[in-house]
């Protein structure tokens, strides 16, 4: 399935425990647990869908996380390298910040030549994708990026 197919099966898992979470909520109610806003849900339900394709070189979310990561690497390493080699040129300290990202991006991303469809599509990844959510933004987003995550490893194994 595409990247497209997945964001709407992700979407519909996400919408769908989004209002059994405001149901929940509203009858129990439940001050720690709400539904999520508009915004929110569709940003979670869509980095969980697309999550699981990251170890994929030609995917949508490996692409736009390296062009990220890259950016951001750069504009923190430009100064350093600015400082760090007397007599180099503006440009030539972007050009060596520039490479230095793009060397750092591989080694994380590719340490020991990272399995294509290994650890990132499995439910053991939906569950850690999910504990992160919950940690960082609340129990309803945990569940709602499991479910999303989930998705799309269900949807790849049929």
Do not use: C
Request: hydrophobic share 65%.
């Amino acid at each position: 399935m595409n990247h497209f197919g997945h964001i709407i099966v992700g979407l519909a898992a996400a919408a769908a425990i989004n209002y059994i979470i405001g149901q929940l909520a509203q009858q129990t109610h439940n001050f720690f647990l709400s539904a999520l806003p508009l915004v929110t849900l569709i940003a979670i339900a869509a980095l969980g869908a697309l999550l699981p394709d990251i170890d994929l070189a030609h995917s949508k979310i490996s692409k736009l996380i390296g062009v990220i990561f890259v950016l951001l690497a750069t504009f923190i390493i430009q100064p350093v390298a600015l400082r760090a080699v007397s007599g180099i040129s503006p440009i030539a300290s972007w050009v060596v910040a520039l490479l230095i990202s793009i060397g750092l991006l591989f080694a994380i991303l590719f340490p020991w030549g990272l399995k294509p469809r290994g650890f990132t599509l499995s439910f053991e990844a939906a569950v850690v994708f999910g504990i992160l959510m919950a940690i960082t933004s609340g129990i309803a987003a945990g569940i709602i990026g499991l479910a999303a995550y989930a998705s799309h490893v269900v949807v790849d194994k049929l």
